[in-house]
């Protein structure tokens, strides 16, 4: 959601918290590098099967 530009308010309330210090310190966090580095790896491992 922070990648879309939602502001932290709404996402803190969206997860039913009270202000926005947990929501920033333990949820907002940018996976996408990581995810994407996990990926191109799977990819490799796991190559895509032609369609028969």
């Given at each position: 959601?922070?990648?879309h530009d939602v502001p932290?308010?709404?996402i803190?309330?969206?997860v039913g918290h009270t202000?926005?210090?947990?929501t920033e310190t333990v949820y907002r966090k940018q996976?996408?590098?990581v995810m994407q580095e996990g990926?191109?790896?799977?990819d490799a491992i796991f190559?895509?099967?032609q369609e028969l």
């Open positions: 959601m922070s990648a932290i308010e709404q803190s309330r969206l202000n926005t210090v947990v996976i996408r590098p990926a191109t790896v799977m190559p895509l099967m």
